[in-house]
């Protein structure tokens, strides 16, 4: 086992774009052993995810802005190397928030810090992804606030994404048609062709509100029920244009505001005009669904039925780099750090 710790830390606070200079590597000591209660991972992956660039922000935000000076937040899944707690062996596959660094020591007395997963039927990457916080993101927002219905319409912008695909896939399941909205002509192919959308709009080859409302327009054309917004700008006016009436928003991220800069809604009074339900969510804030969700992404993954994509960077190094092309959307599907 090494004798050191990399880690990546939040050294600055961006102010307007991120970049590679807000962060730094850094080393420290690996604990030789734990206290009462405690266990040692390894992670063997560390998630990649839009929301951290809110965390490196002190704009007021549903949460605390992150800790200058200490590794960067972030999903983790990996392996007990060491254990004083009674229900973890070392061996065990484990996921949790162990952050941007190679190891963690984590007190596992606490509820919900650490969760044992079988990775002989999922693979452990994807605990990350379709069978994590992303798919669980997806379901929530589809099935608790667009609610579809067999015969229905479901738009999903960002949608080769880890959360877009899962809300697709997700809706096609329940009868619904679903549209999705992706940048690039690779991207929009698989979203039809293997994820098994009906139709996927291309953004970025309808660079202007008109185009990319007539575009939508052929593809949604009995309307839009349900829409997950995961980009903001210029999705979520082109979808909230589509929208029936009594349609339901889920707004589940606003990736192209992340730097600052305004998101402008064209039209809001088709809000009042067509009656729809806008409601945005933190999934964290919804626990009491986890188990249900992921029983049913766990299944669908297991079974091949639920299909998923990962971008795997190698190296804690790689991270950051990683990270900002997320933001510019380079990834395709899931972006993860291969740390192992």
Excluded at 204 to 215: Q, V
Excluded at 302 to 309: F, K, M
Aim: proline fraction near 6%; aromatic fraction near 6%; glycine fraction near 12%.
């Amino acid at each position: 086992m090494s004798q050191v710790n990399k880690q990546i830390l939040l050294a600055a606070r961006p102010d307007g774009e991120a970049s590679a200079a807000h962060f730094k590597l850094a080393e420290s000591p690996l604990p030789q052993n734990v206290s009462d209660g405690q266990v040692l991972v390894r992670h063997h992956y560390l998630s990649l995810d839009p929301y951290m660039r809110g965390r490196m922000s002190e704009a007021k935000s549903y949460a605390q802005p992150h800790p200058l000076g200490t590794p960067m937040i972030g999903g983790t899944a990996g392996e007990v190397v060491l254990s004083n707690h009674a229900s973890f062996k070392p061996g065990d596959k484990v996921v949790g928030m162990g952050g941007w660094q190679q190891y963690s020591v984590v007190d596992a007395a606490q509820p919900g810090v650490l969760r044992k997963v079988d990775a002989t039927r999922i693979p452990l990457s994807a605990y990350l992804g379709a069978v994590g916080m992303p798919g669980v993101t997806a379901w929530y927002g589809l099935v608790k606030i667009c609610e579809p219905k067999a015969g229905q319409t479901i738009v999903v912008s960002a949608a080769s994404g880890a959360v877009g695909s899962a809300v697709g896939q997700l809706a096609k399941a329940r009868g619904c048609r679903a549209v999705g909205i992706a940048g690039g002509a690779e991207k929009c192919r698989y979203v039809v062709d293997e994820l098994g959308f009906d139709a996927c709009v291309d953004y970025k080859a309808h660079a202007d509100p008109k185009s990319l409302y007539l575009a939508l327009k052929e593809a949604t054309q009995q309307g839009v029920d349900g829409h997950f917004e995961n980009a903001g700008n210029p999705t979520v006016g082109g979808g909230v244009a589509r929208m029936n009436a009594f349609g339901r928003v889920a707004v589940c991220g606003m990736i192209s505001g992340y730097d600052g800069q305004p998101i402008p809604l064209a039209h809001p009074q088709l809000i009042l005009q067509s009656r729809l339900r806008v409601e945005g969510f933190i999934v964290s804030e919804h626990m009491e669904v986890w188990p249900e969700a992921l029983r049913e992404l766990g299944a669908g993954v297991a079974a091949g039925t639920l299909r998923y994509r990962e971008t795997v960077a190698q190296g804690i190094e790689a991270a950051p780099e990683a990270f900002l092309g997320l933001l510019k959307g380079k990834n395709f599907g899931k972006q993860l750090v291969k740390l192992v």
